[in-house]
């Protein structure tokens, strides 16, 4: 089992519908959670973090936490084409390491 | 303020040859963490440096290491280089080793041939 597991997709939504991206880890002791967006051929950039159960909104991105679960999630909503990459989930274990996982490509169609 | 900053952008190497990657951290940071990240994975954390010395290395051979200076940059030194090193190599930068926010620079693309 991979310590942080995530569909690799490709999940293809037309423009202006949610986009819901899931989760799941491993580790019942990992502390913080965060999502990065990566472009093609760039370098992943960070869009959200989340440290408790609960959601956690920032402008159309929403995330979502359920440490019971070991579930964490993103959704974007009204998407838009400049949305399409692959989105990486990242859970931070103790000592500041970060484990991802495979990421999953979203495609948002005009 | 500054942001992660690396260097080079990208790199050809020929196998069995050594080489240095280049970070400059975030303004106000003094933690650089290094990932490779090879053709549709997720990044694999190498290691980490806290204020120059190493906190954390992940499965990764002794031929990777590296360096933290005082101004807090940093370098990833690869020797005996092999085919399967060529990838996106990631410097990411945090205020502290713990749980807090990471932020990236723009990676090295090794490919050795």
């Known amino acids: 089992q991979k310590e942080v597991e995530q569909n690799s997709g490709p999940l293809s939504v037309p423009e202006g519908a949610i986009a819901s991206l899931n989760c799941t880890y491993s580790?019942?002791?990992?502390?913080?959670f965060f999502w990065y967006r990566q472009y093609s051929g760039k370098s992943p950039e960070l869009i959200m973090s989340i440290y408790s159960n609960g959601d956690k909104e920032d402008g159309r991105f929403t995330a979502q936490l359920n440490k019971a679960s070991q579930y964490v999630s993103l959704l974007i909503r009204d998407s838009q084409p400049s949305d399409s990459a692959t989105y990486l989930c990242a859970v931070n274990r103790q000592g500041g390491k970060l484990i991802f996982g495979q990421g999953t490509e979203l495609s948002v169609k005009p | 303020e500054t942001g992660v900053t690396q260097s080079p952008t990208h790199l050809i190497k020929t196998r069995g040859q050594q080489v240095t990657l280049r970070c400059s951290s975030q303004?106000?940071?003094?933690?650089v963490s290094w990932y490779q990240q090879a053709l549709g994975q997720g990044p694999q954390f190498i290691f980490q440096y806290y204020r120059e010395e190493e906190n954390g290395r992940g499965n990764f051979p002794p031929r990777f290491s590296g360096l933290q200076f005082p101004n807090y940059s940093s370098e990833l030194n690869v020797n005996a280089l092999e085919l399967d090193d060529s990838a996106l190599y990631l410097c990411?930068?945090?205020?502290?080793?713990?749980?807090?926010?990471?932020?990236f620079g723009q990676g090295t693309r090794l490919t050795v041939v």
């Open positions: 580790d019942r002791v990992s502390q913080s």
């Open positions: 990411a930068s945090s205020t502290s080793r713990g749980y807090t926010e990471a932020f």
């Open positions: 303004s106000g940071h003094n933690t």
